[in-house]
């Protein structure tokens, strides 16, 4: 069975300083994708980065990127320079691909609060 | 291009009754799938359909069901509702499914209490 957890219920981080936030999961499968999710207050859910598994280089979005350590199955997210606007749920999933489709597991999230 | 649409936004039902919720994805996604969101659970698969057939199905009861029209619009429905079925409902789209990752564009969510 596929799992993805995440630690780390609440977080905060001051503006203008780097957060990370903490994401494992568990699979017996080789071939998925993983991904950050945000979910800012009463907003809907965006994509926010996503990496490979068989990439082995870390993906990167401006001042967003990811740590990603697939023997350890770790895959925790960097934020960068946190903004105001950056304050939001923040959801790692795993994509596992099947012959009918993908199918997503997503972990309870982190609520990131960024202080002025 | 308008985004993925959910309706209604917000739904109280009480104990033992139905419910259906509608989902509009992003013009020419086919791809449909549905998510319970709860506070302690996060977000949980409940099934994809794509042309109109249900591909995949996550670990709920028979009592959550769900359908897809032939213009890609998606409906799911709650039978004898439950207290514990209080959540927020997201649908999200995409293009197709496949063996390739294709990105998910979430709807903003149906906000259903059962009382």
């Known amino acids: 069975a596929q799992t993805v957890t995440q630690s780390q219920p609440e977080m905060s981080v001051q503006e203008a300083e780097t957060v990370t936030l903490s994401c494992t999961y568990d699979?017996?499968?080789?071939?998925?994708?993983l991904f950050w999710y945000k979910q800012p207050p009463s907003r809907q859910m965006i994509l926010v980065i996503r990496?490979?598994?068989?990439?082995?280089q870390n993906a990167t979005e401006n001042r967003f990127s990811v740590n990603f350590q697939k023997a350890a199955k770790s895959f925790s997210l960097k934020i960068s320079d946190s903004q105001l606007g950056d304050t939001a749920m923040y959801f790692c999933?795993?994509?596992?691909?099947?012959?009918?489709?993908?199918?997503?597991?997503f972990g309870t999230g982190t609520s990131l609060t960024v202080i002025p | 291009k308008a985004g993925v649409t959910q309706t209604p936004r917000y739904l109280i039902k009480t104990r033992g009754q139905q419910v259906t919720l509608s989902c509009s994805p992003i013009?020419?996604?086919?791809?449909v799938s549905w998510y319970q969101q709860t506070p302690g659970q996060g977000l949980q698969f409940l099934f994809e359909y794509f042309s109109e057939t249900q591909r995949n199905k996550g670990n709920f009861p028979g009592r959550f069901s769900g359908r897809q029209f032939s213009n890609s619009r998606s409906e799911m429905n709650v039978s004898t509702l439950e207290l514990g079925d209080s959540a927020l409902y997201l649908c999200?789209?995409?293009?197709?499914?496949?063996?390739?990752?294709?990105?998910?564009?979430f709807g903003p969510g149906t906000r259903l209490t059962v009382l």
């Open positions: 013009s020419g996604h086919r791809s």
């Open positions: 699979t017996s499968e080789n071939n998925y994708y």
């Open positions: 999200a789209s995409s293009t197709r499914p496949g063996r390739d990752y294709n990105e998910q564009f």
């Open positions: 999933a795993f994509m596992r691909v099947l012959n009918t489709g993908n199918q997503f597991y």
């Open positions: 990496q490979e598994a068989y990439k082995q």
